[in-house]
């Protein structure tokens, strides 16, 4: 007798302690259905439980050092890029030349040469003509 006694005692402190842990067991059901709400048999039903005291309680949870496990999952981070396409394009385009030109000599010994090539050939065709 004097156990369930003290099991009472400690369970009515424990809840005074800690208020949101029947607020949690109350409404453990209604939170697992979703953030917002749910789709019953292709109707929308909102939550048992306001979003404001949603809020509350999982504020309460959180400040007790518990987990919440009801967040829903986030979402992936938008890639798109703010600002103008063509500053992206001309800022790439100026990348592009900083870097051919510095290819720029070797660049233009290549084609000197190519073009030496094709005037010897040139003029050796021209002399097996002749």
């Not at 259905?33 to 809020?55: D, F, H, N, T």
């Not at 949870?61 to 979402?75: M, N, S």
């Not at 720029?104 to 000197?112: E, S």
Request: proline share 4%; charged share 40%.
């Amino acid at each position: 007798m004097a156990g369930k006694a003290a099991e009472a005692v400690a369970k009515t402190v424990t809840a005074f302690q800690q208020p949101w842990r029947a607020k949690l067991d109350k409404y453990r059901t209604e939170l697992t259905k979703g953030v917002w709400g749910y789709w019953e048999m292709g109707a929308w039903k909102p939550l048992g439980i306001s979003a404001r005291r949603r809020a509350m309680l999982r504020k309460e949870v959180l400040t007790a050092g518990e987990d919440w496990p009801y967040d829903p999952e986030r979402k992936a981070m938008r890639t798109k890029r703010k600002g103008h396409k063509c500053d992206r394009i001309s800022a790439e385009k100026r990348e592009n030349t900083a870097k051919l030109m510095l290819k720029m000599p070797q660049m233009l010994l290549d084609y000197k040469k190519r073009r030496w090539e094709k005037k010897m050939k040139e003029e050796e065709k021209a002399k097996e003509d002749k």
